[in-house]
């Protein structure tokens, strides 16, 4: 049998090294378009960018895929999939046929429009880390656009730094549609104390090469980030003409309308449960547990066996400065918020209800909530609000007596 994987980041890698472990003799090939081995993509904002001299952590090493007998092939995007002939066609016009192909080619940058646009930098890649490092060097002042997971992450590194920050966020709250509106006034309030300027209800409208102009005030600036989220990159689904919507649309098992063809990682559209519907994961956790089920099934189809669904409990976590935020579940626009009680100081824990029924939590410094919380979430229980009043907030204890 013979696989082919488009695309080297996280779920790419992951689903290459599960289908070795599960098969010595399937044939292997991981394509990607970038010109160096696949690397950890959370670094980039946490630390990389903050150094004069960047380092890069490598998923693994040259020989891995050498020894393991997996074909990696640099620099190559593919520029069409043939799902009639079960092949596909790289740039070079190099054709790879597949029995089974899997797409894990992510998200690209969200493009900021706005006059002056070619001076803002971004934080994707690699090549954008090493842009950024140098920029930062020469720079005092600091303007963030976009107050998601990136950009505060960025936020928190420059003022780290003794930069002059300002983040801007073009919505009421940064992390907005993330985390509980709780949560994200602290992490507000803490970025604030440690010398952030933060803007909501703020755009940018254009930028030169010393000033930021907004629809609420123009900020002086040296250097310009945008962290304002990124977009499924659709092209090579939607040429082979399989279903689209904020990605690709795939089934429990992670196939797509193609089924010998599946796609995993942030590009894939899964079907989530009643409350939620359909989602679309961006983190290292979603690629990680969905390229081991892709390697599962395929190996499944090989010997006629029932393929795995996939039914994930989501987590990820943001590390921005001395805040190590954790979520766990996803909540929703009509979840109720509980703030536990009677935490230490520098921590807080906010747990989500729909119908009474515990669905996700926010944790602040706090990784055994975090890590009981998620066992709560994936008991296949009802966890009340009164339940866990019970325990009087001791999310271990409820798990133990659960147990």
């Avoid at 190099?94 to 998200?107: F, K, N, P």
């Avoid at 997971?149 to 780290?160: M, Q």
């Amino acid at each position: 049998m013979s696989v082919v994987i488009i695309g080297a980041g996280h779920a790419g890698v992951a689903a290459a090294t599960a289908l070795r472990k599960l098969d010595k003799s399937i044939n292997i090939t991981l394509i990607s378009d970038e010109e160096n081995l696949p690397y950890h993509r959370p670094p980039l904002s946490k630390k990389t960018i903050y150094s004069e001299n960047p380092s890069f952590d490598f998923l693994l090493s040259k020989d891995y895929y050498t020894n393991n007998n997996i074909k990696l092939i640099y620099n190559s995007p593919v520029e069409v999939i043939d799902p009639d002939n079960n092949c596909i066609m790289l740039l070079s016009k190099d054709l790879i046929h597949y029995e089974q192909l899997i797409i894990a080619t992510g998200t690209q940058r969200r493009k900021i429009v706005i006059n002056g646009s070619e001076l803002v930098k971004t934080l994707y890649s690699m090549k954008d880390a090493y842009a950024i490092s140098k920029s930062f060097a020469n720079s005092k002042k600091i303007t963030i656009i976009g107050g998601g997971f990136i950009g505060c992450e960025i936020a928190s590194g420059a003022r780290k730094l003794n930069k002059e920050v300002t983040l801007i966020e073009a919505g009421p709250s940064i992390l907005g549609r993330s985390v509980a509106p709780i949560f994200s006034k602290k992490i507000a309030q803490h970025h604030e104390s440690q010398g952030i300027s933060i803007l909501t209800n703020c755009k940018a409208t254009s930028i030169n090469s010393n000033e930021v102009k907004t629809n609420l005030k123009n900020i002086s600036t040296d250097l310009a980030i945008a962290g304002i989220g990124v977009i499924p990159n659709i092209r090579l689904a939607s040429q082979a003409k399989l279903d689209i919507d904020n990605g690709i649309v795939v089934n429990k098992y992670l196939q797509t309308t193609n089924k010998n063809i599946f796609a995993i990682g942030d590009i894939a559209n899964f079907p989530f449960n009643s409350e939620t519907g359909r989602l679309r994961l961006e983190s290292i956790q979603n690629a990680n547990d969905q390229a081991k089920i892709v390697a599962n099934n395929i190996i499944a189809i090989r010997i006629k066996k029932e393929l795995l669904k996939y039914s994930p409990i989501p987590w990820f976590w943001s590390d921005q400065g001395d805040l190590k935020l954790q979520m766990a579940g996803i909540g929703n626009l009509h979840a109720k918020h509980h703030i536990l009680q009677n935490q230490e100081k520098g921590t807080l824990t906010v747990l989500h209800f729909v119908n009474d029924q515990l669905v996700a939590l926010d944790t602040m410094n706090h990784g055994l909530n975090h890590i009981y919380g998620r066992k709560l979430l994936s008991s296949n229980q009802i966890i009340s609000l009164d339940e866990i009043n019970k325990f009087d907030g001791n999310l271990k204890s409820l798990v133990s007596h659960l147990n």
